[in-house]
């Protein structure tokens, strides 16, 4: 397996309405040494469905979730070491699959985030709920900001002092590349960093920019050598994470959403929210000339639109029309993380067969990190979506 692409699954609780359902997921360990901890028996590494079958299906993935597994839990253990590769200059996607109500935008959002929860770097039980785009971009500006202070520790404390830091943090206005112009150290490096942020719906596809204020800007694909560029698409600056949330938030309200037999609120459409980190590393060398290191990476989370199929959902007409463009880069996206995580490095991967596949292509592949978390309910009533998605996922392991 390669080991750039994870798979997990994650099972979600039952849902009040489904009061009375069968479960048709269990999830396990399949060795006694893949369990991470032995006290977390809803953390494994392979689920049993039954779906008509009575022996069941099993599958077997890098990590597999039940329903008590919290939101603090299942980002510890897979979302945290993407992160640090991200620190480090990998680019890193997590793609959230899985039909309409299986917990793909708890997952990455959940609800709301409260203000309260950026104050401060400890998990808080209020704070239960808060999905892993939050607590990676609480993490990340925590981590960044640690390294800026440790690099540039030594420099002159007049230049900017602990309120400084408050004001920048609620100004939003101003850039938040931090500098220290006046400023040196001992060994003379200083450390800025720059985040921004992108947001876009593809929709069929067609790509929407979530965090334009104009309704005619174009966005084209632009490919280059192993990447792929959004052009004329927005960058927004943000200089914490609660000010990134809120960023985000504006653009999840202009997402479009389509009533379906299934789930009135159900999304259509994939939305891609990529985190921009720009890390400035300047030293001066002995004979004075100034050395810049500028390392840049990308960190996407992608809500991918419901994989259920298109009969489930008595489609017609236009909707039924969504429904096959939405299965196509779904079903690109599949053939391309199965090309990938073959390991096979002559195989051809088809990134250009759809948007989706183009627009993620920098973060599929290569150095970089990705991880699907395939979301399934765990009542019987959905077992034959569930099976679909865990073959789905099954594939790109
Ligand atoms: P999707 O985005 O896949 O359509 P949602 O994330 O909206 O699904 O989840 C559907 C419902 O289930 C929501 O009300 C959500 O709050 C709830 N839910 C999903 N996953 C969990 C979970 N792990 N724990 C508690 N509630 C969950
Ligand atoms: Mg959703």
Redesign the pocket.
Known sequence: MATNIQVAV?V??F?PFEAGSKSCIDVFSSSPTSSSSSSSSHIGNAVKIHHHNKEGHTFTFDKCFG?S???VELYESVVVPLLNSCLEGYNATTL?Y??????????????ATSPDFFKNQKHTPEHD?VGILPRALRDLFHDLEQKRNSTNSNSNPASETESDILDETINISKSPIRQQSSSTNNNNTRFEYQVKLQFLELYGEEIRDLLSTSTTQKIVIRDSAGDSEAIGATEVPVSSAQEAMVCLTRGMLRRVTGATAM?A???RSHAIMCVMIEQITRSEGEDGEEAVVVQRSKFNFV?LA?CERAKRTHAKGQRLKEGININKGLLVLGNVISALGSGDKSKFVPFRDSKLTRLLRGSLGGNHKTLMIA?ASPSHKNAEESLNCLRYANRAK
């Open positions: 994650r979600r609780p849902l329903g597994v919290s939101q959230a899985g039909q309409t109500g299986a917990g793909k935008t708890y997952t990455t959002l959940g609800p709920a789930n609120e159900s999304s809500d419901g979301c």
